[in-house]
């Protein structure tokens, strides 16, 4: 890991977290009007809440999980707040900076002020609050995404082929057995050929994962043609060999930059995650390099966890890319980021002769909240001949 990029990139994440809850903090503590004869019990509050996330990160990698599980539950949740906190007291502010310029908001606002701010204050944290519970529960509601493509190739023995994809499931503190059971059941009922992990399968702190061996009921899968998967950017954050070494001990196959081929039927590619060489002094190869020499007249699928660079994928001939990644945002208005910063942010599209989809991901990074996307487990039935 490159220690002085790694610690720079924190210290950035520290200082924007410790600034924005500054200004939720203070802005709170002006809406109730509070004093310091009055204010201790909201200030000792706040400084749990705010010290919960980074303390729960070092506890967890520090093997204390009983102390660490509560204040995971309470930093990663209250990053969504904080957030929808911090846009709401920003878009006052820009009405209030508006009105400073144009003067179109009635007397009565600046006559009552203290009553208009705490008035705002329950409001907006009702609205969120509300939010908030329904996307807590959305995210505990995964679906099975189908889709059915046809790969003019033939695959010798084989006509069809069911994939069961999943993303991003970030097993973890808040993505424990209960989940990945589920998880488990949701891919038996597919009944799949092989099974497709498609990064991010663990979260950054892989410790707690190993000792309370939270994946256990991945090693129930089976699928005539295997299990297989590939990195994300989280197994290098949490350590890629420990993250390795797991998912192999549950019966997964890793594609670290290979080319397998399936039941002599068809090629499947799996791509170190691109941030590799953020974390570690490796690069990956690049997309021509590892597929050189194969069987081009094999069909190909191809994991590559971030849906950068559809061109060079197209360009290469294949025939079809899983990715994931983005969360499709996770949660709203962020979906409009990532909608920016992709080609696609979820779902299907075909480029030339290739197939791409981009899975919105099983689990969740962070607040364990979904607000605008939804987690699913893609279902993919694919039809190979010649010029259908």
């Given at each position: ?9 924190f ?7 410790s600034?924005?809850?500054y ?24 400084s749990?809440?705010?010290i919960?996330y ?23 949740f ?16 820009l ?16 006559c009552?002020c ?6 705002l ?8 609050l ?18 059915k493509i046809?790969?003019?190739?033939t ?5 069809e ?16 057995h ?11 009922g ?20 190993v ?8 090693k ?15 197994e ?45 002094r ?46 499709h ?17 979820k ?5 030339g002769n ?6 919105s ?19 993919v039935?694919i ?6």
């Open positions: 890991m490159k220690r002085a990029s790694i610690i720079i990139f210290s950035i994440v520290l200082g924007i977290y600034l924005l809850n200004y939720v903090f203070l802005r709170g503590w002006q809406a109730l009007s509070l004093t310091k004869s009055n204010g201790l019990g909201y200030l000792i509050a706040c749990v809440i705010f919960s980074p303390l729960s990160r070092f506890l967890e990698r520090s093997s204390f999980l009983k102390i660490s599980e509560p204040f995971v539950w309470l930093g990663s209250w990053l969504a707040p904080m957030a929808y906190f911090f846009f709401s007291l920003v878009l006052i502010d009405v209030r900076l508006l009105d400073h310029w144009f003067g179109f908001l009635p007397q009565w606002v600046y009552s203290g009553k208009t701010k705490f008035l204050f329950m409001i907006i944290s009702g609205i969120i509300m939010s908030l519970i329904i996307g807590l529960i959305n995210a505990r509601l995964p679906r099975i995404k189908k889709l046809t790969i003019p190739k695959a010798p023995g084989m006509k082929l069911t994939i069961a994809a999943v993303s991003d499931i970030h097993i973890g503190m808040l993505i424990k209960r989940m990945v059971g589920r998880l488990a059941r949701m891919i038996e597919i009944k799949p050929d092989i099974i497709l992990f498609v990064g991010d399968s663990i979260d950054e702190a892989p410790g707690p994962v000792k309370l061996n939270l994946g256990e009921p991945l129930t899968l089976h699928a005539p043609l295997g299990k297989y998967g590939i990195t994300g950017n989280h290098y954050i949490g350590g890629a060999e420990k993250c390795i070494a797991y998912l192999e001990s549950l019966g997964i196959t890793v594609l670290m930059d290979e080319v397998v081929t399936i039941g002599g039927a068809f090629n499947l590619a799996g791509r170190i995650d691109r941030d590799v060489d953020r974390f570690t490796n690069k990956r190869k690049d997309l021509q390099e590892l597929l050189k020499g194969i069987d081009t007249s094999l069909p190909l699928i191809l994991m590559d966890h971030q849906p950068f660079h559809f061109e060079i994928a197209e360009a290469c001939k294949v025939d079809m890319q899983l990715s994931g990644h983005t969360h945002g996770q949660i709203w208005p962020f979906n409009y980021v990532t909608k920016a910063m992709y080609e696609i942010s779902g299907y599209l075909k480029k290739t197939h791409f989809y981009v899975s991901g099983y689990g969740t990074w962070g607040p364990p909240i979904r607000l605008g996307s939804r987690p699913e487990v893609v279902e039935k039809t190979f001949g010649e010029n259908l």
